[in-house]
Nanobody, 120 residues
Framework: QVQLLESGGGLVQAGGSLRLSCAASGRTFSYYGWFRQAPGKEREFVARIGWRGNNIYYSDSVKGRFTISRDNAKNTVYLQMNSLSPEDTADYYC???????????????WGQGTQVTVSS
């Protein structure tokens, strides 16, 4: 049974940092992605990483501030978020799949999400 379990969300002031974790179990996938959805908005791609730590890609809105990484020994994917702004407030979701895509519809498994709130 595949499970993706996110953690690390919370409340932080603007300019602060958070690190999200996504612990995967059940099987491995070729690609892992982070997505987010703010209230009243559509789901948005944030970052992607390949199984070997390659094929890293960021959305323009987080490039230079967020860093995606993975620890294969722990089967965990991380999202280090720095210089957070209120515009980053959203529910953040980890996803896994085998398609080379930035489209959330191409991912097969999703975590339950973790809430990130950035106060001004």
């Amino acid at each position: 049974q595949v499970q993706l379990l996110e953690s690390g969300g919370g409340l932080v002031q603007a300019g602060g940092s958070l690190r999200l974790s996504c612990a995967a179990s059940g099987r491995t996938f070729s690609y892992y992605g982070w997505f987010r959805q703010a209230p009243g908005k559509e789901r948005e791609f944030v970052a992607r990483i390949g199984w070997r730590g390659n094929n890293i890609y960021y959305s323009d809105s987080v490039k230079g501030r967020f860093t995606i990484s993975r620890d294969n020994a722990k089967n965990t994917v991380y999202l280090q978020m720095n210089s957070l702004s209120p515009e980053d407030t959203a529910d953040y979701y980890c996803a896994a799949g085998n398609r080379y895509s930035l489209d959330g519809n191409e991912y097969d498994y999703w975590g339950q999400g973790t809430q990130v709130t950035v106060s001004s």
